[in-house]
């Protein structure tokens, strides 16, 4: 598992663990955190390796499935990383289907609804081949995970290796760190600090916002999937605008945090929402937490550990 220690990575750690996997956790802790793996510390079929896998995967013997979920992915870490989310998505892709085609195992590449840029079709269907600019701020994340898609697919053809390919919508849940600038994140915390809600632009944006524990369990139907190579959508449908969502936190954290404009980032998609047709038909996966409910386990969870995670 690259990027274990992952806000994603972590919860699918733990999923695997509980259903009786010996997992190998490989993560550079730039963006992930230890205290994610905390639950995890005292297992004896849980081991983690602090590395780079842009560098080096250090995993000997075989293993059943290689999960790729290592790099940046909140807007303001990637920007912050440009150069080591291109590496993550290139040279860490190459070793980690290299691992998987080694072992005979399934390789699932944690791509996402990036790919589509910012959509001129609605839904994104995963024929939809995406509006990125392939120069613009964005594109390190966008191209990096468009080239993993890439990778993983001449992997398959040419090597014969068994993949997976996930596009993963925007995923909420507790463990969403406190600083790295994401929608939910923010708006949880703004909301119990009581500081102003920082909505860009004017809020109509739309995004489309998945619990954590069903996109785990997406990942897993992937995962179990052989010789279905996707690329597969994973999101939850229920499409909202930002500025309901800032409503929606502020009305369950029970706050009375007012909402400020700030300016939109550049090349900000307007709108995003998954065709899930896929996962429903080849998977039999589709989410079943509602917003309301996940958002209310977020919240419970900053509530907790707002003062540690730094407020
Ligand atoms: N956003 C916002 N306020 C914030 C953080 C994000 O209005 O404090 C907006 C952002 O401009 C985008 C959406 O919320 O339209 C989702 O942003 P996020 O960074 O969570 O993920 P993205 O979907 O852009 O990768």
Known sequence: MAGGAGFLGSHLCERLVARGDD???????????AGNLAPLGDCAAFSFVRCDVSRHVPVEGAVDVVFHLASPASPP????????????????TRRLAELAGASGARFVLASTSEVYGDPDVHPQPERYRGNVDPVGPRSVY?????????LTMAAHRARGVDVGIARIFNTYGPRLSSGDGRVVSNFCVQALTGQPLTVYGDGSQTRSLCFVSDLVSGLLALAGATGLTGPVNLGNPDERTVGELARLVVKLAGSSSPVEHRPLPTDDPRRRCPDITLARGSLGWQPAVTLEDGLELTLAWFRRHIGGAGG
């Open 77 to 92: 870490a990637y920007l912050a990383h440009p150069l080591e989310t291109l590496a993550a998505g290139s040279e860490g």
């Open 142 to 150: 966008d191209e990096a995970k468009r080239f993993a898609e890439a």
């Open 23 to 33: 997992v190998v956790c490989l993560d550079d802790l730039s963006t992930g955190s």
